[in-house]
């Protein structure tokens, strides 16, 4: 579970994006190993003592009014409104700027947990001249070295203690939580309103107007739900469009604390390359995902057309074959009750345990019918099966050696488990350790 958000600001060339990719641990490039997931450099997840974050990184802000500034500095402003701990970084060898007072005052007016990172720190010298940030009127500043790490593991323990600190969204006991993400203008508030069937969420035409997640909770049938409502995912080639992309900052927190997301298309428009940008998502977290099909109405309809578009949502979205589909319109109000018996499907597929007996029956059954190809100079046996968790249900492969296992087997080994159990919406994870 991710605990909350970090930002990193400051201005240009104090090593904002070093220390970014030192805590996240590479030279970050986001990829996926599915066919059809696409990815941009937005943030990344990152861990500290066993706490996971959301990390993000930000343009340096500046006085003079050089180019782009104007967008970068709407970016920091987001970024700091979005964040739970905040990580101001100064230049030790340069020392105190006329662009540090600007963001510290800045800093101030959130009252939210801020440490200085001096950078550059790479010598005594340097150290000391870092207590001159003292002055910023902030209590912690630490001085580091990016290039070498020094100073890194203090100020990461200072995060990971103020998120320890904020306080966690309850809800109540067996509670369905679920997210509504999609790109912007495709319908999410209109479903919102359409599940609650009342006002209680801000309808507009114009792209971009939910900014905030808003958390509902609501009684159908006995059962307890909570909708999250989230900003409209808008992936475009410029880094300066901060608000597009600092509403992901807030889907991705959604899904992190949401049972389920529902990924809400546009039928009138069609599947566009975004909506699999916003299905990626879910799928890091390891969340199920309910294709929702909305504006079905506006549709043109004949006998094959919803098989058409179904099977259209199978070839774009490879990499999520197990996610149901549900055709509804928000507008009208009309099928809107699929979308919660979906849930209640996915939430016990979700939740699913499965006794270790009948778990190796199916397994080594299916070694039977189809043994492993030879990969990596060996052949997979898999020895013993457990299941070890849920949301997603995990189940750990002891095996003659992990590296034998090709991806397609894995594929093929989920495909049983999904024939023999009710697994239908939710991802499976597979565990492998060697049998010793």
Same mark, same amino acid.
């Given at each position: ?9 400051? *201005? ?10 030192? $805590? ?5 490039? $986001?990829?996926?190993? =599915? ?40 970016? %920091? ?95 109540? =006991?067996?509670?369905?939580?679920? *997210? ?148 509804? *319109? ?10 919660? =018996?979906?849930?209640? %499907? ?35 046996? $898999?020895?013993?099966? *457990? ?31 999904? =024939? ?10 597979? $565990? ?5």
């Amino acid at each position: 579970m991710i605990s909350g958000i970090v930002a990193i600001v400051g *201005s240009p060339n104090v090593g904002k994006s070093t220390l970014f990719n030192r $805590i996240v641990g590479e030279r970050l490039s $986001i990829v996926h190993d =599915e066919a059809g997931v696409t990815r941009d450099r937005l943030y990344a997840k990152a861990e500290w003592l066993n706490t996971k974050f959301s990390l993000i990184d930000t343009g340096g802000i500046e006085i003079a009014n050089t180019p782009f500034q104007e967008q970068i500095r709407l970016q %920091v402003e987001i970024a700091i409104a979005e964040a739970d701990v905040i990580i101001f970084m100064g230049d030790a060898q340069l020392g105190l700027t006329d662009e540090d007072y600007m963001i510290s005052r800045l800093l101030h007016e959130t009252n939210k947990p801020v440490v200085v990172a001096v950078n550059k720190a790479d010598n005594i010298s340097y150290q000391l001249s870092a207590s001159e940030f003292y002055s910023l009127g902030f209590e912690e500043v630490i001085a580091v070295s990016t290039a070498h790490g020094i100073g890194v593991g203090d100020v990461l323990d200072f995060v990971v203690k103020h998120l320890h600190e904020k306080p966690k969204v309850k809800y109540n =006991e067996g509670a369905i939580a679920f *997210s509504i993400i999609g790109r912007p203008n495709v319908g999410k508030s209109s479903l919102v309103n359409a599940m609650l069937n009342e006002e209680r969420v801000i309808v507009s035409p114009i792209s971009g107007t939910t900014r905030d997640a808003i958390d509902t909770p609501f009684t159908k049938d006995e059962q307890n739900y909570v909708v999250i409502d989230t900003a409209g995912l808008l992936k475009r080639g410029r880094i300066y469009e901060a608000v597009d992309k600092y509403a992901a900052i807030r889907a991705l927190s959604a899904i992190e604390r949401s049972d389920i997301s529902l990924l809400v298309i546009d039928a009138e428009e069609g599947i566009v390359e975004q909506d699999k940008h916003v299905a990626g998502y879910a799928v890091d977290a390891n969340k199920p995902v309910i294709f929702v099909v909305n504006k079905w109405d506006l549709v043109t309809k004949d006998t094959y057309t919803m098989h058409k578009f179904s099977e259209k949502i199978r070839k774009e979205f490879k990499f999520l074959p197990y996610a149901p589909i549900v055709y509804v *319109s928000a507008l009208e109000n009309k099928r809107i009750h699929k979308i919660f =018996e979906q849930l209640l %499907v996915v939430y016990d597929a979700f939740n699913l345990q499965i006794g270790t007996s009948l778990l190796n029956e199916i397994i080594q059954d299916a070694q039977i019918a189809n043994p492993a190809p030879h990969f990596n100079k060996g052949r997979l046996k $898999i020895y013993y099966a *457990s299941q070890v968790g849920v949301k997603p249900p995990t189940f750990v492969l002891f095996c003659n050696n992990p590296k034998y296992m090709h991806f397609s087997y894995e594929r093929y080994l989920e495909n049983r488990l999904r =024939e023999s159990f009710l697994l239908d919406g939710t991802p499976i994870k597979f $565990i492998l350790r060697e049998r010793t």
